[in-house]
């Protein structure tokens, strides 16, 4: 019985990890983006795990989605951008060289499961140079589980559909960003923009 409850969770978690790599991969693809640029993720363990956001944190769960995610980030030499908890005011824990990097400022204070998120905590764990800064510009987003990354994008976001709607039980939204428009009727736009 326990071999089996055992094999259950290790299936769960390899189709959980699977799912967060496709997510992010067609995410970079989808969104064009180029390196450098910045990624936010906002991810409810909670919601993965099939329970109400911000009621059952799994570490583990967490930890396994943002190595896979992490992993096709670096890969493409972009920012990672993990966004805390509402407990934190949706901070986010980013790589020191990125705050640097994009002229952010940084505050004090480290993720915990129940303060920041199980995700952010995971990050901060990770990250080689870890800091928390309260507001950045990304030019693409995961929000895997109903985490309200919005407030962490560019302008203009612009819903991006891949092939699959769910990372565990969360259901996930991705977002690309693009110039906004200006100008008006005269106006020619840059169809590589778009």
């Known amino acids: 019985?326990?071999?089996?409850?055992?094999?259950?969770?290790?299936s769960m978690l390899s189709d959980i990890k699977a799912q967060a790599r496709t997510a992010i991969e067609e995410l970079v693809e989808g969104a064009k983006l180029q390196k450098g640029q910045i990624v936010v993720v906002g991810c409810s363990s909670s919601e993965i795990g099939g329970q109400k956001i911000g009621s059952d944190s799994h570490v583990d769960l967490a930890a396994a989605v943002f190595e896979e995610i992490?992993?096709?980030?670096?890969?493409?030499?972009?920012?990672?951008?993990?966004?805390?908890?509402?407990?934190?005011?949706?901070?986010?824990?980013v790589e020191k060289e990125c705050a640097k990097a994009y002229g952010l400022?940084?505050?004090?204070?480290?993720?915990?499961?129940?303060?920041?998120?199980?995700?952010?905590?995971?990050?901060?764990?990770?990250?080689?140079?870890?800091?928390?800064?309260?507001?950045?510009?990304?030019?693409?987003g995961l929000d895997?589980?109903?985490?309200?990354?919005?407030?962490?994008?560019?302008?203009?976001?612009?819903?991006?559909?891949?092939?699959?709607q769910y990372i565990g039980k969360a259901h996930i939204l991705l977002a690309r960003t693009r110039p906004k428009f200006i100008g008006g009727i005269r106006a020619h736009y840059d169809e590589a923009l778009l």
Do not use: W
């Open 105 to 140: 400022d940084i505050v004090n204070v480290v993720p915990q499961p129940k303060a920041g998120g199980s995700f952010a905590t995971a990050a901060y764990a990770h990250f080689s140079h870890p800091v928390a800064v309260e507001h950045l510009k990304a030019h693409a």
């Open 144 to 164: 895997i589980g109903g985490t309200l990354i919005g407030m962490h994008l560019r302008e203009v976001a612009v819903p991006l559909r891949i092939s699959i």
């Open 1 to 10: 019985m326990r071999q089996a409850k055992l094999k259950e969770v290790e």
């Open 70 to 93: 992490y992993d096709v980030v670096k890969a493409h030499d972009l920012y990672l951008a993990a966004q805390c908890c509402e407990h934190l005011n949706r901070a986010l824990i």
